[in-house]
């Protein structure tokens, strides 16, 4: 059943990102956490949830974020500012974070 719209932010957006780790998961988390809204317009809640995705294998945590705005325009600038930050985050992961670096390794070795 579909969540009821609320009527103060009638635009809303569920975005999932699965990370191989809690712990990147949990990073990203609190990196995304600490700037905070700009407008009054935009409503953001996050939350770690285990991945619902059966393909998967198992363990990946996902990072899901939920938007809420008043108009699409809104709710457009809020999410391209929220995959730039994400972007950004997972590039530093990627080249300074002992288990992506863990995980590069062994996908590389034959």
């Known amino acids: 059943m579909a969540a009821p719209i609320d009527p103060d ?21 609190q990196a995304l956490q600490v ?15 285990p991945s619902q995705n059966t393909e998967a294998s198992t363990g990946l945590i996902v990072l899901r974020t939920e938007y809420k705005a008043t108009t699409n325009r809104m709710l457009r600038v809020a999410v391209n500012s929220f995959m730039e930050s994400l972007n ?20 590389e070795a034959p």
């Open 35 to 49: 700037d905070k809204e700009l407008s009054p317009l935009v409503s953001r809640a996050f939350a770690l949830a």
């Open 88 to 107: 950004l985050i997972i590039e530093v992961m990627a080249e300074l974070d002992e288990d992506v670096l863990a995980a590069r390794d062994e996908a």
């Open 9 to 29: 932010f009638p635009c809303a957006l569920t975005i999932d990102v699965p990370f191989p780790t809690a712990r990147l998961a949990s990073t990203a988390l």
